[in-house]
């Protein structure tokens, strides 16, 4: 899999245009985090050969689904497989009774932007990964490390993360993310509590996102506030996690739906580093979060 999604997404960049790019290879500890957290919604094709033709790995988190990483294999592109298995996430996606079917793809590539489309998908906001440098430990408000807590303790945060959501009518459910990121070593959790209420929570990575390269960044993976103010103190949290870690820089893929939190982000001098194109399919929509809150689900591994 590691192996054709470098051919395939590599293919995919010389195609548009950039044929400088080469897609490497990912951390083997991020694919089983990936690959754990979808369980049977990680599928593959195999050839006559028994070789990997393709794959699709979908996610389902309450009633938020997505897909991504999916690729098909350079030599068997063209050939339709690419609709078997968008489909065949979506039918699975669908029998668990999600209400929101989404994926992400680059904007500039209208290839696959029409073939989404054709399948249902409609065009949404821009995700935009952006990228504080510098970070220090200079600006820090109280928060709670998961890592830090008894077994026991940790749990009962993960419910009262899902009661937070549920609180404010929101039905994802981001528990199972919480618990693999912590068994599996590769980041942690953090939360803001405020007069005895949990207020908000990010789930982080710091395992290094390319294979054999060591730890660069902290990227955050979801995160849930109920109000700007305590975007902000999450937001202090992570740049307090990463400078712990010996990291210097802080990637947040930012759904621009959330001006608000975009704002603060470049208010801190963040930078741009790449955007994505959020589809979601006709009659499954994002959304149902309040103005003033902010909900970042990262849908790419």
Not at 82 to 102: C, D, M, N, Y
Request: charged share 25%; net charge negative; glycine share 10%.
């Amino acid at each position: 899999m590691n192996r054709m999604f470098a051919d395939a997404f590599t293919d995919r960049y010389r195609r548009d245009g950039m044929v400088g790019v080469r897609v490497p290879r990912l951390n083997p500890n991020i694919w089983q985090y990936a690959l754990t957290g979808a369980g049977p919604g990680a599928m593959l094709w195999m050839d006559d050969d028994d070789e990997i033709v393709a794959f699709n790995i979908a996610h389902v988190s309450g009633t938020e689904g997505w897909m991504g990483p999916l690729a098909v294999r350079t030599d068997r592109q063209g050939e339709g497989l690419g609709q078997a298995i968008v489909a065949s996430a979506v039918e699975w996606l669908q029998r668990h009774r999600v209400q929101t079917i989404g994926l992400e793809t680059m904007p500039r590539t209208v290839d696959n932007i029409g073939f989404y489309s054709q399948m249902g998908f409609l065009p949404g906001h821009i995700t935009v990964t952006m990228v504080g440098e510098g970070i220090s430990r200079s600006r820090s408000y109280p928060f709670i490390r998961a890592s830090q807590l008894t077994e026991d303790q940790r749990e009962a945060y993960y419910v009262r993360c899902c009661q937070l959501l549920a609180e404010h009518e929101i039905k994802s459910d981001y528990s199972r993310e919480m618990r693999l990121t912590h068994e599996l070593g590769v980041g942690d959790t953090i939360l803001i509590e405020e007069d005895d209420a949990v207020r908000g929570f990010a789930v982080w990575h710091s395992a290094p996102l390319v294979e054999n390269r060591p730890a660069e960044e902290l990227r955050l993976l979801k995160l849930f506030a109920d109000g700007l103010d305590v975007f902000d103190k999450l937001l202090n949290g992570l740049e307090c996690c990463a400078a712990g870690r010996g990291l210097d820089r802080l990637a947040v893929r930012c759904q621009t739906e959330f001006s608000g939190a975009y704002v603060e982000l470049v208010r801190r001098g963040y930078r741009v580093r790449w955007t994505d194109l959020r589809m979601t399919l006709e009659g499954f929509p994002s959304g149902g979060v309040q103005a003033d809150q902010v909900l970042f689900s990262n849908w790419e591994i």
